[in-house]
């Protein structure tokens, strides 16, 4: 019997290795094993989810959890232990080398679109990065939506964050050399959180401790348009398409699926609100090298549902909620951005660093020609390749040389 169900496990995982993918992509045999068993999880996941064993949500989770746990290996100068900052679980990662004098330390806030991830599923990272940078890390376990919609999470981070900052020296770090490194959904909410901590008046009566730096790594950081250049040219790649970013945020706004139809084709949002916002998003900020495949410019702005706008555009057009909507980001803590060339977050992260430079704040801005969103969870193990481990490794240098 166990021959048949490895024969059977055989067949379909060599029937989803096909994968069409676009040309120019680094690796493209190892997003075809990622796509093959994407797609058998899916599969062995009906079951359960038509029984009214799970849903299909939690089901993801515990898919993503054993996963983290599968390429988890222990890193014999760290030790981490679970702790409760102001009332959120964080992991916390420290050298097992004690320092006579107060080291970095960095605040780590994981992906997965507000709804999956944990800081287990990314105790890979986490635990490698900590071990690598010989600081003390802090990985937050915020709570995700559907459960736990906006601004529930950010509140978790930003409580976990200031917290840190007032003890770090309780941890032996210097409170002035913490980063703020989020990825992903987590890129938004450490652009939020550094935001915050900067520029609204309660923080700043608090006399905290300046962030180092904010690392964004392929950061979301807008729901107004879903139509950018890199939506368009990336709309329904596997990995991380347009539709599954309209879920995603539907469900960090409202814990249901409500506007994802409307927001796919920027129908969410009512004409004014597009005029009034372009400026923000024009896709002349986007250069032309980008512009090269599937792209088709806007052509008019005169369209909307104007009783779905009013609901929304007062989270659409927070800085909380979408910090790329910020009026102002003078003073922000220099920024390290990461984009990926196929992933429909990149021009978020092309629009958010002009506008911090355009104020004058430091950024380091690195683009992958090859990458894809979340090639910095394959940085080793079976599956490593090239332009993940360069970008772990680039991110690792960035924060030696700045922490």
């Known amino acids: 019997m166990r021959l048949y169900w490895f024969m059977a496990f055989g067949v379909l995982f060599a029937y989803f290795m096909y994968c069409p993918l676009p040309d120019g992509i680094a690796e493209p045999m190892t997003l075809r ?36 746990r599968l390429f988890s290996s222990d890193e014999p100068s760290v030790t981490f232990h679970d702790e409760i900052f102001d009332g959120v679980r964080v992991h916390v990662y420290q050298p097992v080398e004690k320092s006579n004098e107060p080291i970095a330390g960095m605040v780590y806030i994981h992906g997965g679109g507000w709804v999956f991830g944990s800081v287990d599923s990314y105790h890979h990272q986490t635990n490698y990065m900590a071990a690598r940078l010989g600081i003390v890390l802090v990985s937050i376990d915020y709570r995700c939506a559907p459960e736990h919609p ?52 309660e923080y700043k009566q608090m006399s905290l401790p300046k962030v180092k730096f ?8 807008q729901s107004l348009n879903f139509l950018t250049p890199s939506y368009q040219q990336n709309k329904n790649f596997f990995i991380l398409n347009q539709h599954m970013m309209a879920e995603f945020w539907s469900l960090y706004l409202t814990g249901s699926l409500t506007y994802v139809a409307a927001m796919k084709v920027n129908n969410h949002t009512s004409p004014p609100v597009k005029k009034d916002q372009r400026h923000i998003m024009h896709h002349d900020v986007i250069p032309t090298e980008f512009k090269q495949r599937d792209y088709t410019p806007p052509n008019d702005s005169d369209f909307g549902d104007v009783e779905i706008s009013a609901h929304l555009e007062s989270y659409i057009l927070n800085p909380s909620f979408a910090p790329l909507m910020a ?77």
């Open 214 to 221: 904010q690392g964004l790594i392929y950061p979301c950081l």
């Open 327 to 403: 009026s102002t980001v003078e003073g922000l803590p220099p920024a390290y951005i990461v984009t990926a060339e196929f992933d429909v977050l990149r021009d978020d992260g092309i629009f958010y660093a002009k506008k911090l430079e355009d104020a004058n704040v430091p950024v380091t801005w690195k683009h992958y020609k090859s990458g894809w969103h979340g090639m910095l969870t394959l940085f080793t193990g079976p599956l490593t390749c090239a332009v993940c481990k360069q970008s772990m490794d680039e991110l690792l240098q960035f924060s030696r040389d700045n922490l």
């Open 33 to 68: 094993v990622v796509f093959a068993t994407r797609q058998i999880a899916k599969l062995v996941g009906i079951g359960p989810v038509l029984f009214g064993f799970t849903d299909r949500i939690n089901f993801t989770r515990l898919a993503l959890s054993f996963q983290g």
């Open 150 to 201: 906006f601004p529930v999470p950010l509140q978790d981070v930003v409580k976990a964050t200031v917290w840190f900052l007032q003890h770090a020296k309780d941890y032996n770090v210097d409170p002035h050399r913490i980063a703020l490194v989020g990825v992903s959904a987590g890129g938004n909410l450490a652009a939020a959180t550094a935001n915050l901590l900067t520029l609204q008046e």
